[in-house]
């Protein structure tokens, strides 16, 4: 039947294609249909990758999509699942493919897929917590028009981080407008805002990218093992052997010299690589104390929430591996190129949350001497010990030194 599946799939997949879309959730029940139990929809999908042909990516894609549902039928205790993302500069991608060449329609994809991962499933609870981020062209005005047009008020809200400013709330501390932060303050803060609402024992909340690359039908991924085991964070990952990554373009190397880079400062994280992975999921219990205090609002968040969650339980997060298609032609961040302001705030971090180490000092100096100019060259001189490696090898690996760094 998979090879069936195979030979009548599109060769591509675009999720913002509504023939597409929907095919998905049609091949998802064909393969449910056949009965196949999670272990061995498992062995498929690790036949498949083995053989590495990016024209299976629409099967494995409902692979992950099948093993998410059969999860999710197994509920049997009330849960409750928030999602927040944020949204600067989305107007055009908010928008049907019709209205603009960039649209993705993605806040009513996103809902859609919730809706199926959750249908006729009673004890679960959903809601969409958009956040917008200070966009000048109103992108949560125009989310919460959508939300009005279709009667979407009790599964999803709409929020403004402005709003948190000028009221003072708790997740908001630090900063004087929206200027002082590039997403990591409006995510934090709907993360805050899903604890006030949160009155059930199992409750999960999420975060992700606004665009469509992780497909929320893959929410029980990350939830199952909040539910089933002792873990406390579950973090998507693009770089386990079991994921499925299709990416456009080529930022491999400065994406390398990213990792090795905050790994010579943050210590605590272990074999965790792929940090900036928009799906991650956290146990509500948790998110007050890994939120209160937090120093950075911008990009570097995610890192941030990771190692307080260490630092808070060591050993507590696991990563999973999901289906993410690269959905980067309308990105904003991609232009913003923002891995020194990152790795900056990374320095910082480290003199916050650890003692002072020689090595790591080095590095942290290295970061907060570079300017613009400083960092583009070294992106052109990336020396071979790095772009030669595997991101998982940068854990132990560290004999490039931050002296063979300097760029003058």
Same mark, same amino acid.
């Given at each position: 039947?998979?090879?069936?599946?195979?030979?009548?799939? $599109?060769?591509?997949?675009?999720?913002?294609?509504?023939?597409?879309?929907?095919?998905?959730? +049609?091949?998802?029940?064909?393969?449910?249909?056949?009965?196949?139990?999670?272990?061995?929809?498992? +062995?498929?999908?690790?036949?498949?990758?083995? !053989?590495?042909?990016?024209?299976?990516?629409?099967?494995?894609?409902?692979?992950?999509?099948?093993?998410?549902?059969?999860?999710?039928?197994?509920?049997?205790?009330?849960?409750?699942?928030?999602?927040?993302?944020?949204?600067?500069?989305?107007?055009?991608?908010?928008?049907?493919?019709?209205?603009?060449?960039?649209?993705?329609?993605?806040?009513?994809?996103?809902?859609?897929?919730?809706?199926?991962?959750?249908?006729?499933? $009673?004890?679960?609870?959903?809601?969409?917590? @958009?956040?917008?981020?200070?966009?000048?062209?109103?992108?949560?005005?125009?989310?919460?028009?959508? @939300?009005?047009?279709?009667?979407?008020?009790?599964?999803?809200?709409?929020?403004?981080?402005?709003?948190?400013?000028?009221?003072?709330?708790? $997740?908001?501390?630090?900063?004087?407008?929206?200027? +002082?932060?590039?997403?990591?303050?409006?995510?934090?803060?709907?993360?805050?805002?899903?604890?006030?609402?949160?009155?059930?024992?199992?409750?999960?909340?999420?975060?992700?990218?606004? +665009?469509?690359?992780?497909?929320?039908?893959?929410?029980?991924?990350?939830?199952?093992?909040?539910?089933?085991?002792?873990?406390?964070?579950?973090?998507?990952?693009?770089?386990?052997?079991?994921?499925?990554?299709?990416?456009?373009? &080529?930022?491999?190397?400065?994406?390398?010299?990213?990792?090795?880079?905050?790994?010579?400062?943050?210590?605590?994280?272990?074999?965790?690589?792929?940090?900036?992975?928009?799906?991650?999921?956290?146990?509500?219990?948790?998110?007050?104390?890994?939120?209160?205090?937090?120093?950075?609002?911008?990009?570097?968040?995610?890192?941030?929430?990771?190692?307080?969650?260490?630092?808070?339980?060591?050993?507590?997060?696991?990563?999973?591996?999901?289906?993410?298609?690269?959905?980067?032609?309308?990105?904003?961040?991609?232009?913003? !190129?923002?891995?020194?302001?990152?790795?900056?705030?990374?320095?910082?971090?480290?003199?916050?949350?650890? $003692?002072?180490?020689?090595?790591?000092?080095?590095?942290?100096?290295?970061?907060? &001497?570079?300017?613009?100019?400083?960092?583009?060259?070294?992106?052109?001189?990336?020396?071979?010990?790095?772009?030669?490696?595997?991101?998982?090898?940068?854990t132990t690996f560290d004999k490039v030194k931050a002296s063979d760094l300097?760029?003058?």
């Open positions: 039947m998979i090879e069936q599946l195979i030979d009548s799939s $599109p060769k591509a997949l675009d999720l913002t294609n509504e023939r597409h879309a929907e095919r998905i959730y +049609d091949s998802v029940s064909a393969i449910l249909k056949e009965g196949y139990s999670f272990s061995e929809l498992v +062995d498929i999908e690790t036949r498949l990758i083995k !053989q590495n042909n990016p024209e299976h990516i629409f099967v494995l894609l409902a692979l992950k999509l099948a093993k998410s549902k059969i999860l999710a039928a197994q509920i049997d205790q009330p849960l409750m699942i928030s999602v927040v993302f944020a949204v600067y500069k989305e107007h055009n991608r908010i928008r049907k493919s019709s209205e603009h060449p960039h649209g993705e329609d993605f806040l009513l994809k996103k809902v859609r897929q919730l809706e199926w991962l959750f249908e006729n499933q $009673p004890h679960v609870t959903w809601e969409l917590i @958009v956040v917008d981020d200070g966009c000048p062209e109103k992108s949560g005005e125009i989310a919460q028009h959508i @939300v009005d047009a279709n009667q979407l008020n009790d599964k999803v809200r709409v929020l403004f981080l402005e709003n948190a400013i000028k009221k003072g709330y708790a $997740p908001a501390s630090g900063m004087s407008s929206t200027r +002082d932060s590039q997403k990591g303050g409006s995510i934090v803060y709907g993360m805050w805002e899903a604890l006030r609402q949160s009155k059930i024992t199992n409750h999960m909340v999420i975060y992700t990218d606004a +665009d469509l690359s992780t497909h929320l039908g893959q929410v029980m991924l990350l939830a199952n093992p909040l539910l089933k085991k002792e873990n406390l964070v579950a973090i998507g990952s693009r770089r386990k052997p079991s994921s499925v990554v299709i990416k456009k373009g &080529s930022r491999n190397y400065r994406g390398k010299l990213f990792i090795y880079l905050w790994k010579r400062l943050i210590p605590n994280l272990g074999d965790i690589v792929d940090t900036q992975c928009g799906f991650k999921a956290f146990k509500a219990e948790i998110v007050r104390d890994i939120i209160d205090g937090m120093i950075e609002k911008k990009f570097a968040f995610d890192i941030e929430l990771l190692l307080r969650t260490s630092l808070l339980k060591k050993g507590n997060i696991i990563k999973v591996p999901i289906a993410w298609i690269d959905s980067e032609a309308a990105s904003t961040t991609t232009d913003l !190129q923002p891995y020194l302001p990152m790795l900056k705030s990374i320095a910082k971090m480290y003199r916050k949350y650890f $003692p002072k180490e020689d090595r790591a000092e080095e590095f942290a100096a290295l970061i907060k &001497s570079m300017d613009d100019d400083d960092f583009a060259k070294l992106l052109e001189n990336i020396p071979e010990e790095i772009r030669d490696r595997q991101p998982r090898e940068f300097k760029t003058d």
